[in-house]
């Protein structure tokens, strides 16, 4: 079965630290990937998102994202935090383009940024 | 906002009681779902509707049932739930079944089942 790993459950940094979040999938074939924000007591934001090209991408916020084909990962970046960063932070696969139920979510990693 | 509304916000409901949930969308989307995301696990695919007409029914249970009267509302009808049902409850919408270019997610409704 598909799967999408995060392996960091909690992440605790303080303002200014850089930070990395891990994402890890499961297929072999062709995948877009995604990184979804949730602010606290707010909707799913869409971060960043990569289909082809440049496998570095840069999304809003500051953020960027790293697809490493060989690795199946797709792990997120910025270099400096901010307080306003606390979010919960989901990476998210579409496996191909058939069928409907092809989106699967990581557990998602809960960052709480120190001021 | 981001164009897919839900209400309510938050719902409080016995095991006995009989609710919906609403989600609309005016993105010109075709295609509309519903999530579950419950602590600890990953957002969990209920249901897809793509032009009205249900495409996927990943083995909800029957206690849960999805209407689309059109492309622009969804409904989620909910009735005998299970405290375990208690989650927050998202509707998403794409601009296809397939959601190559991502998806657009409402707030969320809280359900709590008591």
């Known amino acids: 079965a598909q799967s999408v790993s995060q392996h960091n459950h909690h992440v605790i940094l303080s303002e200014a630290a850089s930070l990395e979040l891990g994402c890890n999938y499961s297929y072999g074939g062709t995948v877009n990937l995604f990184w979804y924000v949730q602010y606290p007591g707010q909707h799913l934001q869409l971060l960043l998102k990569y289909f082809s090209g440049d496998p570095l991408v840069k999304g809003i916020k500051g953020f960027e994202a790293e697809f490493i084909k060989s690795k199946f990962s797709f792990n997120l970046r910025k270099p400096s935090v901010q307080w306003s960063d606390t979010a919960e932070y989901f990476c998210a696969v579409i496996i191909d383009q058939t069928g409907a139920n092809n989106l699967f979510f990581g557990t998602g990693t809960r960052l709480t940024v120190i001021p | 906002e981001t164009g897919v509304t839900q209400t309510p916000r938050h719902l409080v409901m016995g095991m006995t009681n009989k609710k919906s949930l609403k989600c609309e969308q005016h993105l010109g989307h075709n295609a509309m779902y519903w999530y579950k995301q419950s602590a600890k696990k990953p957002l969990e695919l209920m249901f897809v509707y793509s032009l009205e007409e249900r495409v996927e029914n990943n083995s909800v249970p029957s206690r849960f049932s999805p209407e689309c009267p059109n492309s622009s509302h969804l409904f989620l009808h909910l009735h005998t739930l299970q405290p375990e049902d208690s989650a927050l409850y998202l509707c998403?919408?794409?601009?296809?079944?397939?959601?190559?270019?991502?998806?657009?997610f409402g707030s969320g409704t809280r359900l709590t089942v008591v």
């Open positions: 998403a919408s794409s601009q296809s079944p397939q959601g190559g270019y991502g998806y657009t």
